[in-house]
């Protein structure tokens, strides 16, 4: 039994519409997953909690089951976090006890697959689930999925098994900083304490078993991962010891042989490949050893002419850039002297005023932005002071709950 007590405090606004067309709603979770649905004595006629096959639901995607405007977003006492999306024609969805404040906004459109929040166990609740109910005018009423019968009708309804096949309409994120993989989620590289650089997977948020792409990385001076071929898949580019610029092809996750785009390099205090431009070719900034922010474009062939883009950046101890705010071109993120985090967004052709959305970072050996969770906006990864790998969800304009992803980072020179 999952949920406490029935949900009397979450009131449905019923449509000014007689019920249309069923829109063909879908398992509110990414293509392939497979979810338990249940319900349990005096849960309520059609209601449905839903539970992963791994039987780890925590933090895991919820997404729409149908285009729609979000008509609820907020708190309830009894539903925690929760989201009520209206699909015109009399129908709406309903997704309580997410884990954070949701993702949209209310009269926020949303796309059939996108994501709205993560599962959780807010509001009265024993256990992460997500509660899920379809409306026809205002009345619970038998979910479908892709067009066929789900089966929970009463309490007595049995356990069954679904897989989703909600594999959208929403666009995949376009942020492609360490997306090593091609499939919207950011992964982790890094190159250890002998030189080997390394891939790892992003696996729903964690990272799986490695897999070594290179060696005899250790004597460079930089290293990044972006999308500089513009086929979805982060290349790896990196400054040598005599400060030459190299572009790695991605070749089906493995990388081809290097191209040199560059040399003067080796006096950079830091270099960072990102798509400052918002063509889906990775540009390159980075900071000269008089503090100066210089945005290189992609040209096609290599680099265009360095554009100044910001001053007074040397005393600051890490130095980022991903699409912190969604719009699809990069944004600069930066810890400074005393351990403050803050974003510069990209106004068009500039930076403008940064805005603090941290602190206590002083002591990380990395920090570094890509969209680990595949929304569209970068989330932060860092490396702390005991070696552990740590990934901050972009939550509103901060930061939600760090999740640690690993440990035994803290002798590796690169990590991106």
């Known amino acids: 039994m999952l949920a406490l007590v029935a949900l009397a405090a979450v009131t449905v606004a019923t449509p000014a519409s007689a019920a249309g067309t069923r829109p063909l ?8 997953e497979t979810w338990k649905m249940a319900t349990y004595d005096g849960h309520g006629s059609y209601k449905i909690d839903f539970t992963h096959s791994s039987g780890n639901s925590l933090g895991r995607s919820i997404l729409a089951s149908a285009g729609g405007t979000v008509s609820f977003s907020g708190w309830g006492d009894s539903g925690g976090w929760w989201v009520m999306i209206d699909h015109g024609g009399g129908w709406q969805t309903q997704y309580l006890h997410m884990q954070y404040a949701p993702a949209v906004k209310q009269g926020q459109s949303v796309a059939i697959g996108q ?32 067009g066929v019968r789900s089966g929970m009708t009463t309490d007595a309804s ?21 997306d090593f993989s091609g499939d919207g989620y950011a992964d982790v590289l890094g190159v250890d304490s002998v030189g080997d650089l390394y891939y790892y997977p992003n696996n729903n948020k964690s990272l799986s078993t490695r897999t070594k792409i290179g060696h005899n990385w250790g004597t460079f001076k930089h290293v990044m991962a972006d999308d500089w071929s513009g086929d979805g898949h982060a290349d790896v580019l990196g400054v040598d010891s005599v400060g030459d610029l190299y572009y790695y ?31 889906e070719q990775a540009d390159v900034l980075a900071v000269d050893a008089n503090g100066y922010l210089w945005y290189y474009a992609h040209n096609g062939a290599g680099l265009s002419a360095p554009v100044q883009i910001g001053h007074g950046w040397s005393t600051f101890k890490h130095v980022t850039a991903a699409d912190w705010s969604g719009d699809g ?47 569209g906006q970068a989330d932060v990864l860092g490396v702390d002071a005991g070696g552990y790998l ?27």
């Open 25 to 32: 709603f879908q398992v509110p979770f990414p293509c392939g």
């Open 249 to 279: 092809p991605n070749n089906n996750n493995s990388l081809s042989t290097r191209t040199k785009i560059g040399h003067g390099w080796s006096t950079f205090k830091h270099v960072m490949a990102a798509d400052w431009s918002g063509d």
């Open 158 to 178: 049995a356990d069954r098994w679904i897989t989703s096949a909600n594999c959208g309409s929403a666009p995949r994120s376009t942020e492609t900083v360490s």
């Open 329 to 375: 071109q990069a944004d600069v993120l930066a810890v400074d002297a005393n351990g403050y985090l803050w974003y510069y967004p990209h106004n068009g052709a500039g930076l403008s005023a940064p805005v603090k959305i941290g602190n206590g970072w002083g002591t990380f050996k990395h920090v570094f932005a890509s969209d680990f969770s595949g929304d």
């Open 115 to 146: 994501r709205i929040g993560y599962v959780g166990s807010t509001g009265y609740s024993t256990g992460p689930h997500l509660h899920y109910v379809q409306y026809a005018d205002g009345a619970r009423t038998e979910a479908y999925f892709n």
């Open 390 to 416: 740590w990934y901050y969800p972009h939550w509103g304009t901060g930061f939600g709950t760090p999740v640690k992803l690993g440990h035994n980072w803290g002798t590796f020179p690169f990590v991106m």
